[in-house]
């Protein structure tokens, strides 16, 4: 028996490789985590100081010298302008009658710079 000739070979169709896929792992890989910033806390602003100069009685200076040594004693030091920024509030806490009659209770004096004798 002869064997059937061979039929021309064809040309095979080109068969187009896919790339290789990566495995699958089934575990999950951890992704870098973004640092997270700290949510920032607004800090109250500092009032704005405004110095001064003024002129006082010799006799008034010494009651603030007074009130100095009185907190003190109390166990608060205290120093003239927390003196004289207490004395502000008490102020503005008296009704308008308080506040007009402790006004009184002040003497008028020439401002400006005492002259030197």
Same mark, same amino acid.
């Given at each position: 028996?002869?064997?059937?000739? @061979?039929?021309?070979?064809?040309? +095979?169709?080109?068969?187009?490789?896919?790339? @290789?896929?990566?495995? #699958?792992?089934?575990?999950?890989?951890?992704?870098?985590?973004?640092?997270?910033?700290?949510?920032? !806390?607004?800090?109250?602003?500092?009032?704005? #100081?405004?110095?001064?100069?003024?002129?006082?009685?010799?006799?008034?200076?010494? !009651?603030?010298?007074? &009130?100095?040594? +009185?907190? $003190?004693? &109390?166990?608060?030091?205290?120093?003239?302008?927390? &003196?004289?920024?207490?004395?502000?509030?008490?102020?503005?806490?008296?009704?308008?009658?308080?506040?007009? $009659?402790? #006004?009184?209770? !002040?003497? @008028?004096?020439? $401002?400006? +710079?005492?002259? #030197?004798?």
């Amino acid at each position: 028996m002869k064997k059937p000739a @061979a039929a021309p070979a064809k040309p +095979r169709a080109a068969v187009k490789k896919q790339p @290789a896929r990566a495995p #699958l792992n089934k575990t999950v890989q951890a992704r870098p985590v973004k640092a997270v910033k700290p949510v920032k !806390v607004e800090k109250p602003k500092k009032p704005k #100081l405004v110095r001064d100069s003024f002129t006082i009685p010799k006799a008034e200076y010494v !009651v603030l010298d007074a &009130l100095k040594l +009185r907190a $003190t004693k &109390l166990t608060r030091p205290a120093k003239k302008s927390e &003196l004289l920024r207490a004395g502000i509030k008490a102020l503005a806490a008296f009704s308008d009658a308080a506040f007009l $009659t402790a #006004l009184e209770q !002040v003497p @008028a004096i020439k $401002t400006g +710079r005492p002259r #030197l004798d």
